[in-house]
T-cell receptor
Framework: SQQGEEDPQALSIQEGENATMNCSYK?????LQWYRQNSGRGLVHLIL?????REKHSGRLRVTLDTSKKSSSLLITASRAADTASYFC??????????FGQGTELSVKP | DGGITQSPKYLFRKEGQNVTLSCEQN?????MYWYRQDPGQGLRLIYY???????QKGDIAEGYSVSREKKESFPLTVTSAQKNPTAFYLC??????????????FGQGTRLTVV
């Protein structure tokens, strides 16, 4: 069972442009997280937003959360070629499982 | 350094053979997880454990087994009953604060190939 569905599945942009990825989830959450995965590597935690927060920033990352729509977005500003990776949203379900979306594959062309 | 370590990085399995993937963490996390990732896909949960000597099935547990005898270790065995084991396996750990999960830390993964 996938808690999160992400959109788009793939995104290709030029260096310097902004990248926006969206995530929708099904059940109520305490927090929602975004992770990054470079090809063939483990996931790295990027940012966590709590259910009582609407927006959070970390460097060039901006995450929003709309609990009424059960959706979140990740914005990467001024993208760089090194941002090329897959990005996943994840949330905890009531049973203590951390469930991931299918991910967005981001390609940033120099 | 604190972290989570998976070994080996690459593993080859013959048909009908059981293999065990290692996962060790020194983060003092109570919870540990095993995920499977197929090419171009998201992560699917195999097993998870929130406390020593206890674990629960995830969404795709058939053909896999785990143990949690120590807090630091959560090995995954891919049995011969798993008909399509070729995949990338990821182990993760996390802590819980007031019963709410926090961020998860991942190992670098084990790529298992059936030969």
């Amino acid at each position: 069972s996938q808690q999160g569905e992400e959109d788009p599945q793939a995104l290709s942009i030029q260096e310097g442009e902004n990248a926006t990825m969206n995530c929708s989830y099904k059940t109520s959450i305490n927090n929602l997280q975004w992770y990054r995965q470079n090809s063939g590597r483990g996931l790295v935690h990027l940012i966590l937003i709590r259910s009582n927060e609407r927006e959070k920033h970390s460097g060039r990352l901006r995450v929003t959360l709309d609990t009424s729509k059960k959706s979140s977005s990740l914005l990467i500003t001024a993208s760089r070629a090194a941002d090329t990776a897959s990005y996943f949203c994840a949330s905890w379900n009531q049973g203590g499982k951390l469930i991931f979306g299918q991910g967005t594959e981001l390609s940033v062309k120099p | 350094d604190g972290g989570i370590t998976q070994s080996p990085k690459y593993l080859f399995r013959k048909e009908g053979q059981n293999v065990t993937l290692s996962c060790e963490q020194n983060l003092n996390h109570d919870a540990m997880y095993w995920y499977r990732q197929d090419p171009g896909q998201g992560l699917r949960l195999i097993y998870y454990s929130q406390i020593v000597n206890d674990f629960q099935k995830g969404d795709i547990a058939e053909g896999y087994s785990v143990s949690r005898e120590k807090k630091e270790s959560f090995p995954l065995t891919v049995t011969s009953a798993q008909k399509n084991p070729t995949a990338f396996y990821l182990c993760a750990s996390s802590s819980f604060r007031e019963h709410i999960g926090t961020e998860a830390f991942f190992g670098q993964g084990t790529r298992l190939t059936v030969v």
